[in-house]
């Protein structure tokens, strides 16, 4: 898509150059309510779109963007009041003629007050000021993001990724082995998207309590089901020595999804030890779910046993390696 192409149609609009009808609903109106609230380090979204006038007949002389970046409209809103047809075009209000560049105004009542004729005398001098306005070639819009002034997603993508720092994001790395609701769930967690009571909490929903109800001693939130509680230190404490690793010690969930790549091992077992991780935390929030919906006790020796189990039967079914037998599968060993 090139700005460059787009024309404009302004007979249905309300006072702003890209054209939506406040009445109207749907996924246009959405995109244009997007770009009136979007700015990027003090840069609104729609000052990188600006009108390059050629025979004046398509933009809009007072609402589009074409001697700056701003639209006459709010450069001189007391003029604009006073304007007889608010939707007139460039050709209508403009003569250039051999190179003189005059204004035709065309006023509701005289212009007496200071501040008004203070803006006529602006605008007068901004546009007279200029040489060949009009010319016989079709008007049209520039991307003030690139020297070529061609508007692109891509463009526009560059441009509102420029005021957002992303260095200390977490990004998941998916787990190709294990089953896609486990990375979905594990993407979810990462992000608060789980409903844990605090979660549901935060989002205004009603709970009776946000108490943890498994260990009663903090919280239900993400980072303790998965780090402090105490069902999930002997889940960890039993999934170190299995995978013969040091003893889990986490602060966040993120800390747990990243630990593949501080513990020591490599290649398939690397790999393996990646997944158990996420699945280990699936089976506790399965756990819990049991505990919360159908009162099923929790039991951490049980947690441990169904993590190894799912991990041997989706291991043996979707990774790479399938050979592996049961009995190497509780050594953890791949070779």
Not at 51 to 63: E, L, R
Not at 132 to 140: I, P
Not at 150 to 157: I, L, N, Q
């Given at each position: ?21 406040k009445?109207?609903?749907?996924v ?22 600006k ?13 589009d ?8 409209k ?18 209508e ?9 005059s ?5 509701k009542?005289?212009l ?19 040489t ?10 520039l991307?003030l ?30 787990c ?25 909490s935060?989002?205004?929903i ?10 009663e001693s ?20 039993g ?22 790549n501080f ?6 077992a690397k790999?393996?030890?990646?997944g ?37 039967l ?14 190497n ?7």
């Open positions: 898509m090139c700005v460059e192409l787009f024309t404009q149609a302004i007979s249905n609009r309300n006072w702003d150059f890209i054209p939506a009808s009445s109207s609903s749907g246009w109106r959405a995109i244009v309510k997007s770009m009136a609230n979007t700015v990027v380090e003090g840069v609104p979204f729609r000052r990188m779109l009108g390059v006038v050629g025979d004046g007949s398509d933009i809009a002389f007072w609402i963007p074409w001697l700056s970046d701003t639209p006459l709010d450069l001189a809103p007391d003029l604009f009041r006073l304007e007889k047809n608010k939707k007139c075009k460039v050709k209000r403009i003569s250039d003629l051999g190179g003189q560049v204004v035709r105004w065309k006023w009542a005289r007496i007050e200071s501040e008004v004729l203070g803006q006529e005398a602006m605008l007068k001098g901004m546009i007279e000021g200029m060949g306005v009009l010319s016989s070639r079709k008007d049209r819009w991307w993001g690139n020297a070529e002034g061609k508007f692109s997603v891509a463009e526009a993508k560059r441009f509102l990724m420029s005021g957002i720092d992303a260095s200390n994001n977490f990004v998941l790395e998916w190709k082995w294990i089953p896609i609701k486990c990375n979905v769930f594990a993407w979810r967690a990462a992000l608060g998207g789980i409903p844990t009571s605090v979660s549901l935060r989002r205004h009603q709970v009776a309590d946000t108490i943890c109800k498994i260990c903090a919280d239900e939130s993400v980072d303790h089901l998965f780090t402090s509680c105490m069902v999930a230190s002997v889940v960890w404490q999934i170190s020595q299995w995978c013969k690793v040091p003893n889990i010690y986490a602060f966040s969930f993120s800390d747990l999804l990243e630990l593949h513990a020591g091992l490599k290649g398939t790999k393996v030890f990646q158990m991780i996420i699945i280990s935390c699936w089976v506790i929030w399965k756990a819990r779910n049991d505990l919360r919906f159908s009162n099923k006790p929790v039991n951490a020796s049980h947690i441990i046993s169904e993590i190894k189990s799912v991990g041997f989706w291991f043996s079914n979707r990774g790479k390696r399938k050979s592996v037998s049961w009995e599968w509780c050594k953890f060993s791949f070779m």
